[in-house]
Protein backbone atom coordinates (compact mmCIF):
# COMPACT_ATOMS: atom_id res chain seq x y z
CA UNK A 1 0.00 0.00 0.00
CA UNK A 2 2.50 2.54 0.89
CA UNK A 3 3.87 2.88 -3.13
CA UNK A 4 0.41 4.40 -3.70
CA UNK A 5 0.97 7.23 -1.17
CA UNK A 6 2.94 9.99 -2.75
CA UNK A 7 3.31 11.63 0.77
CA UNK A 8 2.97 11.52 4.51
CA UNK A 9 1.29 14.21 5.83
CA UNK A 10 0.46 13.32 9.40
CA UNK A 11 2.74 10.44 10.79
CA UNK A 12 1.05 8.76 13.83
CA UNK A 13 3.09 11.28 16.19
CA UNK A 14 1.80 14.02 15.18
CA UNK A 15 -2.06 12.54 15.09
CA UNK A 16 -1.52 11.34 18.36
CA UNK A 17 -0.12 14.44 19.88
CA UNK A 18 -2.90 16.56 18.61
CA UNK A 19 -6.01 14.25 19.42
CA UNK A 20 -4.33 14.66 22.79
CA UNK A 21 -4.85 18.64 22.58
CA UNK A 22 -7.98 17.92 21.17
CA UNK A 23 -9.22 15.23 24.18
CA UNK A 24 -7.79 17.43 26.61
CA UNK A 25 -9.85 21.08 25.36
CA UNK A 26 -12.85 18.77 24.63
CA UNK A 27 -12.58 17.21 28.65
CA UNK A 28 -12.73 21.04 30.04
CA UNK A 29 -14.92 22.68 28.12
CA UNK A 30 -17.95 19.68 28.65
CA UNK A 31 -16.64 19.07 32.18
CA UNK A 32 -20.18 18.94 34.06
CA UNK A 33 -22.10 18.28 30.45
CA UNK A 34 -23.97 15.20 29.33
CA UNK A 35 -21.63 15.02 26.60
CA UNK A 36 -22.32 12.65 23.42
CA UNK A 37 -19.96 11.85 20.42
CA UNK A 38 -21.78 11.11 17.58
CA UNK A 39 -19.01 9.37 14.96
CA UNK A 40 -20.21 9.58 11.51
CA UNK A 41 -19.10 5.94 9.41
CA UNK A 42 -16.82 4.76 8.73
CA UNK A 43 -13.91 7.37 8.62
CA UNK A 44 -14.20 8.60 12.15
CA UNK A 45 -13.64 5.01 13.44
CA UNK A 46 -10.02 5.65 14.20
CA UNK A 47 -10.32 9.38 15.34
CA UNK A 48 -13.33 8.67 17.40
CA UNK A 49 -11.82 5.73 19.30
CA UNK A 50 -8.18 7.47 19.73
CA UNK A 51 -10.29 11.18 21.09
CA UNK A 52 -12.14 9.08 23.23
CA UNK A 53 -9.10 7.61 25.22
CA UNK A 54 -8.23 11.05 25.34
CA UNK A 55 -11.78 12.56 27.31
CA UNK A 56 -11.45 12.23 30.86
CA UNK A 57 -14.96 13.19 31.67
CA UNK A 58 -17.96 10.43 31.35
CA UNK A 59 -19.17 11.10 27.55
CA UNK A 60 -21.07 8.34 25.69
CA UNK A 61 -20.61 7.07 22.20
CA UNK A 62 -22.74 6.39 18.72
CA UNK A 63 -22.74 6.30 15.51
CA UNK A 64 -24.20 7.12 12.04
CA UNK A 65 -23.83 6.21 8.82
CA UNK A 66 -24.72 8.29 5.96
CA UNK A 67 -23.61 8.18 2.31
CA UNK A 68 -22.65 11.34 -0.17
CA UNK A 69 -19.28 9.54 -2.10
CA UNK A 70 -19.63 6.06 -3.64
CA UNK A 71 -16.41 5.24 -4.63
CA UNK A 72 -15.29 8.35 -6.66
CA UNK A 73 -13.54 10.98 -5.43
CA UNK A 74 -15.79 13.83 -5.92
CA UNK A 75 -19.06 14.55 -3.51
CA UNK A 76 -21.98 13.72 -5.10
CA UNK A 77 -23.80 16.00 -2.96
CA UNK A 78 -26.93 13.56 -2.13
CA UNK A 79 -27.15 12.47 1.33
CA UNK A 80 -28.57 9.14 2.87
CA UNK A 81 -28.72 7.94 6.46
CA UNK A 82 -27.59 4.73 5.91
CA UNK A 83 -27.78 4.32 9.92
CA UNK A 84 -29.31 6.83 12.70
CA UNK A 85 -28.51 6.83 15.96
CA UNK A 86 -29.28 4.15 18.42
CA UNK A 87 -30.51 6.64 21.34
CA UNK A 88 -32.35 10.26 21.98
CA UNK A 89 -29.62 12.91 21.94
CA UNK A 90 -32.94 15.27 23.41
CA UNK A 91 -31.20 17.69 25.83
CA UNK A 92 -27.58 16.38 25.50
CA UNK A 93 -24.44 18.08 24.21
CA UNK A 94 -23.37 16.78 21.19
CA UNK A 95 -20.09 16.49 19.18
CA UNK A 96 -19.90 15.36 15.78
CA UNK A 97 -16.98 13.59 15.11
CA UNK A 98 -15.98 13.81 11.36
CA UNK A 99 -12.69 12.72 9.49
CA UNK A 100 -12.69 15.54 7.42
CA UNK A 101 -14.69 18.17 5.62
CA UNK A 102 -14.52 18.94 2.14
CA UNK A 103 -17.47 20.10 0.19
CA UNK A 104 -19.25 20.56 4.05
CA UNK A 105 -22.15 19.01 2.01
CA UNK A 106 -22.61 15.97 4.71
CA UNK A 107 -22.02 17.88 7.79
CA UNK A 108 -24.63 20.82 6.63
CA UNK A 109 -27.25 18.15 6.39
CA UNK A 110 -26.42 15.87 9.57
CA UNK A 111 -26.44 19.27 11.70
CA UNK A 112 -30.12 20.45 10.16
CA UNK A 113 -31.33 16.94 10.91
CA UNK A 114 -29.60 16.33 14.17
CA UNK A 115 -30.87 19.63 15.66
CA UNK A 116 -34.20 18.58 14.78
CA UNK A 117 -33.75 15.82 17.73
CA UNK A 118 -33.68 18.70 20.15
CA UNK A 119 -30.00 18.51 21.73
CA UNK A 120 -29.38 20.96 24.35
CA UNK A 121 -25.97 21.59 22.05
CA UNK A 122 -24.48 20.48 19.07
CA UNK A 123 -20.78 20.74 17.74
CA UNK A 124 -18.38 19.38 15.29
CA UNK A 125 -14.85 18.03 15.80
CA UNK A 126 -12.96 17.19 12.81
CA UNK A 127 -9.53 16.03 12.48
CA UNK A 128 -9.07 16.99 9.04
CA UNK A 129 -10.26 20.27 7.10
CA UNK A 130 -10.17 20.72 3.98
CA UNK A 131 -11.45 24.71 3.06
CA UNK A 132 -10.44 24.79 -0.44
CA UNK A 133 -13.73 22.74 -1.85
CA UNK A 134 -16.05 24.13 0.51
CA UNK A 135 -19.80 24.47 -0.62
CA UNK A 136 -21.91 24.74 2.43
CA UNK A 137 -21.03 26.88 5.39
CA UNK A 138 -19.97 25.12 8.66
CA UNK A 139 -19.16 26.37 11.91
CA UNK A 140 -16.28 23.64 13.29
CA UNK A 141 -15.57 23.96 17.20
CA UNK A 142 -12.43 21.67 17.03
CA UNK A 143 -9.85 21.04 14.29
CA UNK A 144 -7.33 19.04 14.45
CA UNK A 145 -5.36 20.14 10.80
CA UNK A 146 -6.06 22.37 8.00
CA UNK A 147 -5.15 20.46 4.96
CA UNK A 148 -4.72 21.11 1.26
CA UNK A 149 -6.58 20.02 -1.45
CA UNK A 150 -5.30 16.70 -2.37
CA UNK A 151 -7.15 13.09 -1.95
CA UNK A 152 -5.62 12.02 1.33
CA UNK A 153 -6.06 8.42 2.82
CA UNK A 154 -5.31 6.23 5.86
CA UNK A 155 -6.34 6.57 9.50
CA UNK A 156 -9.71 6.23 9.10
CA UNK A 157 -10.08 7.70 5.65
CA UNK A 158 -10.79 5.40 1.99
CA UNK A 159 -10.62 5.54 -1.60
CA UNK A 160 -13.13 3.08 -2.65
CA UNK A 161 -13.00 1.19 1.41
CA UNK A 162 -9.35 0.56 0.99
CA UNK A 163 -6.26 2.37 2.80
CA UNK A 164 -8.08 3.08 6.16
CA UNK A 165 -5.58 0.93 8.31
CA UNK A 166 -2.68 2.70 7.15
CA UNK A 167 -2.04 4.19 10.48
CA UNK A 168 -0.75 8.12 9.24
CA UNK A 169 -2.33 10.37 6.81
CA UNK A 170 -1.05 10.59 3.28
CA UNK A 171 -1.62 11.74 0.03
CA UNK A 172 -2.95 9.13 -2.59
CA UNK A 173 -1.13 8.97 -5.80
CA UNK A 174 -3.31 10.41 -8.65
CA UNK A 175 -2.82 7.52 -10.95
CA UNK A 176 -4.06 5.44 -8.90
CA UNK A 177 -7.61 7.17 -9.08
CA UNK A 178 -7.15 9.00 -12.23
P1 LIG B 1 -18.18 16.52 2.19
O1 LIG B 1 -19.65 16.30 2.27
O2 LIG B 1 -17.75 16.91 0.79
O3 LIG B 1 -17.64 17.48 3.22
O4 LIG B 1 -17.51 15.11 2.36
C1 LIG B 1 -17.18 14.61 3.55
C2 LIG B 1 -16.81 13.14 3.48
O5 LIG B 1 -16.19 12.79 2.23
C3 LIG B 1 -15.78 12.85 4.53
O6 LIG B 1 -16.38 12.53 5.75
C4 LIG B 1 -15.02 11.70 3.92
O7 LIG B 1 -15.67 10.49 4.24
C5 LIG B 1 -15.09 11.95 2.43
N1 LIG B 1 -13.86 12.64 1.97
C6 LIG B 1 -13.68 13.95 1.69
N2 LIG B 1 -12.43 14.23 1.32
C7 LIG B 1 -11.76 13.05 1.38
C8 LIG B 1 -10.38 12.67 1.15
O8 LIG B 1 -9.48 13.48 0.81
N3 LIG B 1 -10.10 11.35 1.33
C9 LIG B 1 -11.02 10.44 1.71
N4 LIG B 1 -12.29 10.75 1.97
C10 LIG B 1 -12.67 12.04 1.81
MG1 LIG C 1 -16.75 10.75 6.62
Redesign the pocket.
Known amino acids: MREDIKEILMDENKIREKIKELGHNISEEYNGKELVLIG ?1 LK ?1 SVMFMSDLMKEITIPCSMDFMAVS ?2 GSSTK ?1 SGVVRILKDLDFEIEGKDVLIV ?10 KYLIEYLNGRKPNSLEIVCLLD ?1 PERRKAHIDVKYTGFTVPD ?4 GYG ?3 AEKYRNLPYIGILKEEIYK
Open positions: VGSYSEDIIDSGVTLKYFLVLDY
